[in-house]
């Protein structure tokens, strides 16, 4: 399958998507709070109505999930002639909290997803005008060049991501997160969707999330296996459907598996 027609679109519309929240960001736009406590605002809405009117103009037949509205049909009413199931899968504002504090890390993410594997990802970042792209086989593109992960080999010169540190705590990790981040040369909260822009474009060695939503990560397995990394589970599976997250550079991942062992 070509992919190259589907990075295409997948990265304008996360672009012009990302545009829209910029309508709103440092604008006062207030939140509305959801059963978990997690905050929602008119941006976030804004920006995924965008998206999926997108998708269905161009791609009538594939199924859209997204985080503010669901999913719009099942993958068995999803076909695809030339390959299988499709879906889209959408967060129109990852890192909602930081974008209420004007804080710049947050991402639109799109991911499309063929027959349960990410072939597609799209992370754009609307404040800092950052757009990370990649295909299967087609490589990882960050603002027009090549993203590659880093090379570094020793823990103890690696830098670690994470988005909440409390978290690690409440979902049983917070013992080797202690030893990973005390093992490290820096663990620093530079968090949610910008933590993973970070380790597929080498500034940071690893990020850690023990728990993910699938439309939280779903373009960053095709994204950092692309650019040379990993991206998956703590114990090593790549992919999205795991609950959790940890992307790092090839050369540590190893390392990090074992540790998160406990080995």
């Known amino acids: 399958m070509n992919l190259q027609p589907y990075l295409d679109f997948a990265s304008d519309i996360a672009y012009r998507a990302g545009k829209i929240t910029l309508g709103y960001f440092n604008a006062g736009v207030r939140p509305d709070y959801k059963p978990d406590d997690t905050p929602v605002t008119a941006a976030d809405r804004a920006a995924e109505e965008f998206l999926r009117a997108e998708i269905e103009k161009r791609y009538p037949h594939h199924a859209i999930l997204g985080e503010e509205f669901g999913q719009n049909r099942a993958l068995s009413d999803a076909p695809e002639a030339a390959g299988g199931a499709m879906r889209w899968i959408l967060d129109p504002i990852d890192g909602t909290k930081a974008f209420l504090r004007g804080v710049p ?3 639109v993410l799109v991911g499309l997803e063929i027959d349960g594997l ?6 754009y ?6 757009l990370l792209c990649a295909a299967t086989g087609l490589g990882a593109w960050w603002n027009g060049r090549r993203a590659h992960v880093s090379q570094t080999k020793q823990l103890e010169r ?17 013992a080797v ?8 040369y820096e663990s620093r909260g530079w968090s949610d969707a910008y933590g993973y822009l970070l380790v597929a474009t080498g500034r940071a060695e690893a990020m850690f999330d023990p728990v993910m939503q699938i439309w939280d990560c779903a373009p960053f397995p095709v994204i ?13 599976r790549e992919g999205h459907t795991y609950g959790e997250a940890m992307a790092c550079n090839a050369a540590l991942k190893e390392e990090l598996v074992r540790r998160v062992a406990g080995q």
Do not use: H, K
């Open 224 to 236: 950092l296996r692309e650019a040379g990394g990993y991206f998956g589970s703590w114990d090593g």
């Open 125 to 130: 970042y609307p404040a800092t005008d950052e």
């Open 177 to 184: 997160w202690e030893e990973l981040s005390q093992a490290a």
């Open 118 to 123: 990410i072939e597609v990802g799209v992370a």
């Open 105 to 107: 890390l947050y991402g």
């Open 158 to 174: 690696a830098y670690l991501c994470y988005t909440n540190e409390r978290s690690m705590y409440r979902y049983g990790r917070g």
